[in-house]
């Protein structure tokens, strides 16, 4: 193997480790220097691959440093993309939908219109990504996770707008991964942004939305319990129907916030002294 081949494949059992510790609770962020100017395959290539696989089948990229290329307007036919490395990649309008990009990196990706309903992206990271087309922030350039397998992903972003119906959120993490903004880092912004998106019937059982803009986000019929919302923005979000048993509202804003129908109200932590919380609906 040349020395440019070793060092590709240390990066990327590098990302995996980074992956496997972030997982236990050991780490939050890993530093792997310096991105790889050239990837390990062309746009054409990976292109003429999908065109290529047969019906059924399913194109194997996994592993791959597949840095800042452009794969926009791509139907990867639920391709095999587990522990690839995708920093700064373009996925404008591509459709990602049934793929398995388990332990990827998508930190800084452009994911504007991008479709990964029912993909499995357990364990990815997703820091500082490019969702809307120009600073109007339209909603529906938002991406779609629908029915995705979202556990232990960790979030740094803006994705107001996006579609989380049906997911599984287990254990995934929207908090900030810095007590302060500022440090220099990849990811500095203090909240992660997540207005008007919509978790109906998603699975968040022990997700850590820490210090998010939640507002007018719908959770109705969601499954949150055990849930971090503290200090969290949600303002006019939808808890119709949701389970909310032991989820913590500590210091969160529930300003018009619907609880009506939402089960396990009882044992949610924090809600009776939550900021605005004779001003929610239950």
């Known amino acids: 193997m040349t020395l440019r081949g070793r060092i590709k494949r240390c990066r990327i059992w590098l990302i995996a480790a980074g992956f496997a510790a972030a997982g236990a609770g050991q780490a939050r962020a890993v530093d792997l220097g310096p991105v790889a100017p050239d990837a390990d395959f062309t746009a054409f290539q990976i292109t003429t691959t999908l065109f290529n696989t047969p019906p059924g089948e399913r194109a194997?990229?996994?592993g791959h440093d597949l840095t800042y290329l452009d794969l926009s307007n791509l139907d990867f036919k639920g391709a095999l993309l587990a522990r690839s490395d995708f920093y700064g990649t373009d996925f404008t309008a591509?459709?990602?939908s049934g793929a398995d990009l388990t332990g990827t990196r998508l930190d800084r990706s452009v994911l504007i219109r991008a479709n990964l309903s029912g993909a499995n992206l357990t364990g990815a990271t997703i820091y500082r990504p490019t969702i809307y087309a120009d600073e109007k922030s339209t909603l529906s350039d938002a991406?779609?996770?629908s029915g995705a397998n979202l556990t232990r992903i960790s979030v740094q972003a803006d994705l107001s707008g996006a579609d989380f119906r049906g997911a599984d959120l287990t254990d995934a993490?929207?908090?900030p991964l810095e007590a302060r903004p500022g440090k220099g880092t990849l990811?500095?912004?203090?909240?992660?942004?997540?207005r008007s998106c919509d978790f109906s019937g998603a699975r968040m059982t022990n997700a850590d939305m820490t210090r998010a803009f939640l507002t007018f986000s719908r959770f109705t019929g969601a499954d949150v319990r055990g849930a971090k919302f503290n200090n969290a923005d949600l303002t006019k979000a939808d808890f119709t129907g949701a389970d909310v048993s032991g989820a913590d509202f500590t210091g969160?804003?529930?300003y018009d916030t619907n609880f009506v129908g939402a089960r396990g109200l009882e044992t949610a932590i924090g809600l009776d002294h939550a900021v605005n919380a004779d001003k929610a609906r239950r």
Not at 187 to 194: E, F, R
């Open 94 to 96: 591509a459709n990602l």
């Open 187 to 194: 990811t500095t912004q203090p909240s992660n942004i997540l």
């Open 60 to 62: 194997n990229f996994a």
């Open 143 to 145: 991406p779609k996770f």
């Open 252 to 254: 969160a804003d529930v």
């Open 173 to 175: 993490n929207f908090s």
